[in-house]
C-alpha cells in the first residue's frame, strides 16, 4: 500500500463515534443511538450554498472520519501469457481481423503482441482481442 493510503486508513481507524455530522466531503459510517452500526451516509458540499450536506437526513452517530480509499486491485488475467495478432503499423486487432482498417493496413504486415502490452497502448476495447485459437 502507498504511504498516502497508509495513512488515510490510520485516520480512519483512529476516528470516534460523533453525534455532529461532519463536515468534510466523503461516505462515513453511521450507527443508531443504541450502538449497532446502520450502514454509511454520504456528506457532499452543496454546489451553491457551499454548505456541508447529507445525502438523506441522518439522526444517529456518525464515524468522524470517511472510508479511506481502497488499495488497487491488481489486474486479473485468466490468461497473461496471452498474444494477439495485431495490424504492425496501428497496433490495432480490429485493423488485422478488418473490421476498422488503417490507412496502412493494405501493404501491413501483422505482428503479435501480449495482451499486457496491448493494454499499456490501450488502442481499442479488448472485445477485439482474440487469441488464434478463438478466432479460429
Ligand atoms: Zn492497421
Keep these: 500500500m502507498s504511504e498516502a493510503l497508509l495513512d488515510s486508513w490510520a485516520k480512519f481507524i483512529q476516528g470516534h463515534w460523533q453525534r455532529e455530522m461532519p463536515t468534510g466531503p466523503g461516505r462515513y459510517p453511521t450507527a443508531n443511538r443504541v450502538g449497532n452500526t446502520t450502514g454509511s451516509r454520504v456528506v457532499y458540499t452543496h454546489p451553491t450554498t457551499h454548505k456541508p450536506q447529507g445525502d438523506r437526513p441522518w439522526k444517529?452517530?456518525?464515524?468522524?472520519?470517511?472510508f479511506?480509499?481502497?488499495?488497487?486491485?491488481p489486474m486479473w488475467d485468466d490468461n497473461p501469457?496471452?498474444?494477439?495478432?495485431?495490424?504492425?503499423?496501428?497496433?490495432?486487432a480490429c485493423?488485422?481481423?478488418g473490421v476498422f482498417m488503417c490507412e496502412d493496413s493494405r501493404?501491413?504486415?501483422?505482428t503479435k503482441m501480449s495482451i499486457v502490452e496491448l493494454r499499456k497502448l490501450d488502442l481499442e476495447n479488448e472485445q477485439?482481442?482474440?487469441t488464434d485459437e478463438e478466432l479460429a
Design 60 to 66: 444517529g452517530w456518525w464515524w468522524s472520519e470517511p
Design 68 to 73: 479511506p480509499e481502497m488499495p488497487r486491485a
Design 81 to 92: 501469457d496471452a498474444v494477439i495478432t495485431v495490424c504492425a503499423e496501428c497496433h490495432r
Design 95 to 97: 485493423c488485422w481481423q
Design 107 to 110: 501493404n501491413a504486415d501483422v
Design 128 to 130: 477485439y482481442w482474440k
